[in-house]
């Protein structure tokens, strides 16, 4: 008997529960359980009626079956692919709070590093991808997930559970520490978001239709995330904002210096690391590179950040450690903007002098848009550092649309690969012609070349096949604070 009173319990409570939540439940989802609650009673007066029916598994069978009904998503509301709450669900979701003038908050969540989706079998990748971001998101935050259209969710921000969004975005930023393994590949999904109430968005009295257009639309450029192994996490800040930052950063030394390894195919050793900048704000939080470095470049303060890095691999090289590490070259990138100074390179030899440096260590890399500069200064510094014994490399090299005359017009003793030539060339045929014959270009005109981006076997298979003499990538590591990379310089050196 008691049985029978906690099933009916159970049907009758999720019957309550809909009620109260109908608005994003379906008739059919009501129907039913009103249907499964009678269906309860008429199996309990049986019961009473007449002891020796046996309607025990029936009854179970319905407990099970309403549980199933409000617990999965209703069609209409459910999207789709990742059988998240879709669009209208958030619609009706936000109808509701605007009714009791409710403003939660909201993170607006997106891929940055979208794979590309060119053929079928991209396509088939993207929605296992998609799937396995939906779900590690509702595994976290539950029914707040919404998926506004493929890539793009939203998150309520469930002030029960959260007193502080930014113990959200912790959260968010965790879920997504560890890489999503699809099939044989591991992916480190890069998620933005970015934090918003209703309030941020001004719009009419309807602006409930307008909302998710509104968010659609949004453009998530010029955000900026904090950054970690694997995941970075953006919120929304101008560029006067991390201008004050990076302006904080020299002062309070919020700089560090971060060292990716590159695998030398011909010593089969890692010989050599590329350095790469970090700034972590103590009110921003970590910005990215590509964030911050453009906008110092606007400014002119990437002359005193350029000498800032060249002073901290200076020091680095100078330490105990790196004689430990049998002494990489240390690849370190410079602005044109640098070059095109005055008296630069007298600065940066200056730094050299200052911490005893091997000049022969130091690669200086520059990026292809290097060449826009036909600039007599930039040519001056360049050859005063060349004479100092500093070598050069080409960046990002098939990236932009250089011509490649000046790959033996000036003296670069390495080419770096885009990383995205040879993404390209896994997914498309003729893309992979021009990867294998650009790296056979550039051997033919006797530079090193580095290919860069390499992320997975299948990637270092097709690399290998060619001539190219270093790989950089995330198979081997990601970049590694000093004292990481030292470590892993020691037991990776054969
Ligand atoms: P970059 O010079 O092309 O540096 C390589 C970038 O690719 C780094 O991004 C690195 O973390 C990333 N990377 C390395 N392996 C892989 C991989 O397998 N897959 C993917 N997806 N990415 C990989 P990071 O550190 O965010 O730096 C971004 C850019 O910011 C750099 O691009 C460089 O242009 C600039 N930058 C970084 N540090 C400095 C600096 O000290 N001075 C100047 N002027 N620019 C810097
Ligand atoms: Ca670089
Ligand atoms: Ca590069």
Redesign the pocket.
Known sequence: MLLYVVSFTVVALATFYLYFRKNRFSQFQNASLVAILLICVSISSIQIFNPRADSFNLMCAMVLYAVYVVFENPAQYTHHATRCFNERAFHEEMTAFSRVSANPDMLLIGLN?RPETNSAKDVFFYSLLMDEVADRLETVFGKNVFCIESGKYVLIVDDKKYSDYKDAVKDLEEAFDKSIKIRNDKY?AEIICRHFTMSDIRISEDYVDHFTEVIRQNQMDHLIYN?DIGTKVMEQHNSREIEDAIIRGVEDDNFS??Y?PLFDINENSFTAA?????LNDPQMGNI???MF?PI??KSGF?VR??EM?LEKVCRFMNSHSYIRIKEPIIG????PV?LSRKGESERLINIMKKYSIDASKINM?I?ESFFEYEDKVVKENNDVLLEYGVTFSV??YGAGFATVDYLYTLPFTFV?I??MVIVQAMENENAMIVFKSTVDLVKKMNKLVVV????NQEMLDVVASTGADYI????YS??LEEKKFVEFMIDNII
């Open positions: 590093n480190y950054y210096v971060f990716q590329e350095a790469l900048l970090r990215r590179p590509d470095i110092a470049e990437i950040v350029g890095v370190v990138n410079v602005s640098q890399e990026t960046d990002d770096k885009d990383r860069e981006g390499i992320e950089q990538g995330y198979l990601r970049p």
